[in-house]
């Protein structure tokens, strides 16, 4: 192995990749906070259980370590969801709701591809109307907007109209169902409903089960085919939720996906996907999960939402949307004489310029060739006397300062000559 190496499934972050990384993160802060969310942060690593009492699946996925000092296993965080309902439950005990919180971080998970992954999420815990799952929908929207990305849908399910469903058809704890409608897989259902010699309007029902899936005709349409008190329940919500989207603006965003059924249990209700038809996977999800903070000891409703920043970087890389690393001028100076070139950029900083300046040794031509090759638009060659400086807008274009030279090089800068 050779030192340079790094486990398969992890990933460095280069300068350029860092800065659209922390680009993003930017303007969903941005957005969350006029919303009146909160940032917390969680530790990367806490006792394995915190994840376990949530989802038993979380133990075969982990990293997991041993505690020096308690023995006990740990786990390098494999989900936020049930470090925000931890904080809820003892770090805001005696607070009244709602909660609005956001945090941003990576997440781990020992398994085949990527082993880590960038996330930024918010919740909305304490509020148990429907109208909390319309604003988690609402602020994702806005953030997606406020990144320039336009043509994205949110996908809107509800974990109990699933459940009702499949009760009525009394296919209950078919998990080999659930992936068929979760990948509106056709020829699967076909054969499924072969195997298990289903027939008549069961399997009618069951064929229109898996074409649940559209604008707000959907509903009427699961309305007109289930009738139990869970797959009417789960409608009404839906109803209510598409009203409120409507009156924020957000209606033409939503698509209705009633055969979906997330893999983590602790999902109770609405659940939300989102998608862009330039990516071919999902750029985030989430969902209600009341009874998740309750297992932490206080019992409060909740509903949130995790993006992937690394999915979103790849969105806007492909649509060309990131702006071009800001790196404005870089100073050489002949004589080395620290107090000058500092002054100097110091100036341009103030002003609101990137400013970096040369501190290796060798031949200006060099440093001005090199400049260039890292991107800098602007190099300023301060030369061996005050009246001899020189501003360089490519490696082998430059001119003589006659005026001020702070005045010529901004101009030079934003002109581009």
């Not at 995790?306 to 990131?322: P, T």
Request: one cysteine or more; a negative charge; glycine letters at 8%.
């Amino acid at each position: 192995m050779r030192f340079t190496e790094i486990p398969k499934g992890f990933k460095t972050y280069l300068p350029e990749e860092a800065e659209r990384k922390e680009f993003i993160e930017e303007k969903l802060k941005k957005v969350a906070s006029l919303w009146g969310y909160e940032p917390i942060i969680p530790p990367e690593i806490e006792f394995l259980k915190t994840f376990k009492v949530v989802y038993n699946g979380f133990e075969e996925i982990s990293f997991k370590l041993v505690d020096r000092d308690t023995g006990k296993l740990l786990a390098v965080r494999p989900d936020f969801t049930p470090q925000v309902a931890r904080i809820v439950a003892s770090s805001f005990k005696d607070e009244e709701p709602p909660f609005r919180f956001y945090y941003s971080g990576k997440v781990f998970r020992d398994r085949e591809g990527e082993r880590e992954s960038c996330q930024f999420g918010i919740e909305l815990i304490g509020v148990p109307d429907v109208e909390a799952d319309a604003e988690v929908i609402a602020v994702v929207a806005n953030m997606l907007k406020e990144l320039g990305l336009k043509s994205f849908q949110i996908d809107i399910g509800h974990s109990e109209f699933v459940i009702g469903a499949l009760s009525e058809l009394e296919l209950e704890g078919e998990e080999s169902l659930l992936s068929v409608l979760k990948h509106k897989d056709i020829s699967g259902l076909d054969l499924f409903i072969e195997e298990k010699g289903i027939e008549g309007e069961r399997a009618e029902k069951l064929r229109i089960l898996l074409e649940l899936y559209g604008r707000e005709e959907v509903l009427s349409r699961a309305e007109e085919t289930f009738s139990g008190k869970k797959t009417r329940r789960a409608i009404a919500e839906l109803r209510e939720v598409l009203k409120i989207l409507e009156s924020y603006g957000f209606a033409d965003r939503v698509i209705f996906d009633l055969t979906e059924k997330r893999e983590l249990d602790y999902y109770t209700g609405i659940t939300y996907e989102v998608f862009h038809p330039l990516y071919g996977f999902s750029l985030g999800s989430g969902g209600r999960y009341d009874g998740l903070p309750a297992k932490f000891g206080r019992d409060v409703p909740a509903t949130g939402i995790a993006l992937s920043i690394d999915a979103l970087q790849e969105l806007l890389e492909k649509k060309s949307l990131f702006r071009r690393m800001k790196r404005d001028f870089y100073i050489v100076d002949v004589r080395k004489e620290l107090h000058r070139a500092y002054k100097l950029a110091k100036e341009l900083r103030k002003k609101g310029f990137t400013a970096a300046r040369d501190i290796v040794r060798r031949d200006w031509r060099e440093s001005v060739r090199i400049a260039f090759g890292k991107g800098f638009k602007v190099v300023i060659l301060l030369g061996e006397g005050e009246e001899e400086s020189f501003i360089f807008t490519s490696p082998d274009r430059s001119f003589k300062v006659k005026g001020t030279l702070i005045d010529e090089a901004v101009k030079a800068l934003e002109s581009g000559v």
